[in-house]
């Protein structure tokens, strides 16, 4: 009798695990992501170079092209683009422009951005006016709640305009301006 | 099933893989902004220039012109000039003439005068229509060194000849500047 009660529970279970294995039953798991503001740009100009066209001591002119994928949160997120000059201008000369030390009050290094709105959804804004360079952070553009751009990005620019100051010695200067997009 | 269960982890790693390279940006970049400053030069100058005669005994026309000019000459091998030529002679005829003067010897001449950067010409200078005369001269690195300019003078002198004809008379002189 206990062989039989023995043999019973061996098929029991055997049954049950034979019916698991080659059963066509489904199960479910879930996939779960959280999606956070985030935030990232690439410069397209390594190089800008700031040309005159030579006469009358106009003033030099460039641009920088670079492009800026954002996220920033639904609620309460916002996100801006800074430049800073993290590199002053240095040269062949001694006398040369400078952004931290100018020959002249008047010889500055300005700027105007041209940051259109993400491309998915926000706004972007940029300074009523162009923006003197300095060595710490200067603004770019602010971005809105809930701004995002596609996968491609946003194409955008920085126009850059140094005095022509008849004081400079002549020579190539070059200095290094850095950007940068931020979260808050 | 194995297999399947062999396979899992090495799909994850290239799927891992593939997204890190599909993002490659940062919240940072840089550009190197380089500007050549080469020589140039620009002037101004006051216009109209008025020649006057003092007194009633043919004293010589006199006047001065001022010349604002901003200058940026090469570091160690530059140089730069300022000169000047009648373009335009006296006019209407009957008068005094830079290239026919009516009387031998009647002559329109100018003398300079000027702060550095500029070496200003010396003495009386003949100003002429075939050909440009000197005003000033610059040396290797020259540069003014305010955005107002610096300036150099040209003082006239035109002779009195009895023989010209009463009326007004204007000439027309054109200062270059050059650097290099």
Request: hydrophobic share 40%; proline share 6%.
């Amino acid at each position: 009798m206990k062989k039989i009660l023995a043999l019973a529970a061996v098929l029991l279970l055997a049954a049950s695990a034979a019916f698991a294995q080659l059963g066509t039953g489904t199960v479910n798991t879930n996939l779960n992501i959280t999606v956070i503001p985030e935030a990232a740009l690439t410069i397209q100009t390594p190089n800008t170079s700031l040309t005159s066209p030579g006469t009358l001591f106009s003033n030099y002119t460039g641009t920088t092209n670079f492009t800026y994928f954002v996220r920033t949160a639904v609620s309460g997120g916002v996100s801006h683009i800074t430049l800073a000059v993290t590199t002053d201008f240095a040269g062949s000369g001694i006398v040369g422009p400078s952004v931290g030390s100018p020959l002249d009050a008047a010889d500055l290094l300005t700027y105007v951005p041209t940051v259109p709105n993400p491309s998915k959804h926000g706004t972007s804004t940029v300074p009523s006016s162009a923006v003197s360079a300095a060595l710490t952070s200067t603004a770019v553009t602010a971005f809105s709640t809930d701004a995002r751009t596609d996968r491609g990005g946003v194409s955008s620019s920085v126009a850059w305009t140094l005095v022509n100051d008849p004081d400079y010695q002549t020579g190539s200067y070059t200095a290094v301006v850095t950007f940068t997009i931020s979260l808050t | 099933m194995k297999k399947l269960l062999k396979t899992l982890p090495l799909l994850a790693l290239i799927l891992l893989f593939t997204a890190s390279v599909g993002h490659a940006q940062s919240a940072t970049g840089t550009t190197s902004v380089t500007v050549n400053v080469a020589a140039e030069a620009a002037l101004t100058v006051a216009s109209p220039t008025a020649l006057t005669a003092i007194g009633s005994v043919f004293n010589n026309y006199t006047g001065s012109t001022l010349v604002t000019y901003f200058i940026r000459t090469k570091q160690s091998t530059g140089s730069g000039t300022i000169s000047l030529q009648v373009t335009t002679d006296f006019s209407p005829a009957g008068g005094p003439s830079v290239g026919t003067p009516p009387t031998a010897g009647d002559a329109l001449k100018y003398t300079c005068s000027g702060a550095a950067p500029a070496t200003p010409c010396t003495g009386s200078q003949p100003a002429s229509t075939g050909s440009s005369s000197p005003v000033a001269s610059f040396g290797a690195d020259a540069h003014t060194t305010t955005t107002a300019g610096s300036t150099v003078t040209t003082s006239w002198t035109l002779t009195n000849d009895p023989v010209y004809k009463t009326g007004a008379y204007s000439a027309t002189v054109t200062f270059t500047i050059s650097a290099s």
